[in-house]
Structures are given as C-alpha cells and as structure tokens.
C-alpha cells in the first residue's frame, strides 16, 4: 500500500495553520486565567472560544480520504475533541463563576488529541510496513 492510498487527500495548507492557531489559543485562552487573570479579566473567554471554533472549523471541513478504518475512525476522533473544547467555551460564559465545566472538557478533548497524535502516525506507519 502507497503513502496516498493510506493518507489519502492531504489537506490545504490554510487549514493546518488554522488549526494550529486555533490549538494554540486554546492553550492561551486556558492559561490566562492561570498566569494574567488580573490582568486581563475577562479576555480569556473570547480567546479560548475563538481558538475552539477555528479547531472545529478546519476539522468539520476537512476529512479523511483515504481507504484505511482505522485512520477514518481515528480523524473522527479528533473531530470530537474539537467539539469538545466548543462546548467547554459554551461553559465558560453559561457559568463564569464556575470553572470545573470547562476545564472538564478542555480536559476530555486534549486527552483525546493527544491519544489521536500519538496513533494515528503509529498506525500510518504500520499499515506502510504491511
């Protein structure tokens, strides 16, 4: 099996840097209240959801082409966790005062990516080798 029959259609370079940049104001918009909360009140929120719908826009648009279950399943997932951060933005501004939602899910769906980041080259490597 080739590389494109396993990947399938690789992506447009504009989704990959929205993604990115949407996973790292994710991480900005969760660490603002840890570090700069007095400093930038209230800012967090917008920087957190607008991180949360750039990921769940660049991973709704995009899907997997290729033959492989396995991967098919595995990218699912990682649309999940981009659903996930979105409701854990719904969460911050429905409960502000409370902050065990949002970082329940922000939790939830960063697990999920890291277990998605780590498999799916794992498997795209062992379905090359077969």
């Not at 660490?31 to 991973?59: D, E, H, I, Q, W």
Request: proline fraction near 3%; glycine fraction near 6%; hydrophobic fraction near 50%.
């Amino acid at each position: 099996m080739n590389q494109t029959d396993i990947l399938g259609k690789q992506p447009a370079k504009i989704w990959l840097i929205l993604a990115t940049v949407g996973m790292l104001l994710i991480v900005v918009g969760t660490l603002l209240p840890v570090f700069g909360n007095y400093f930038y009140g209230s800012a967090y929120k917008y920087v957190y959801t607008a991180g949360a719908v750039m990921l769940v826009t660049c991973r709704l648009f995009w899907r997997y082409s290729g033959k492989h279950n396995r991967l098919r399943r595995l990218y699912r997932l990682e649309s999940w966790s981009a659903i996930f951060f979105c409701v854990a933005a719904f969460f911050m501004f429905y409960e502000p005062l409370q902050a065990r939602d949002w970082l329940a899910f922000t939790l939830a769906g960063g697990a999920i990516q890291v277990y998605t980041s780590i498999m799916i080259p794992i498997v795209v490597k062992r379905a090359a080798n077969d």
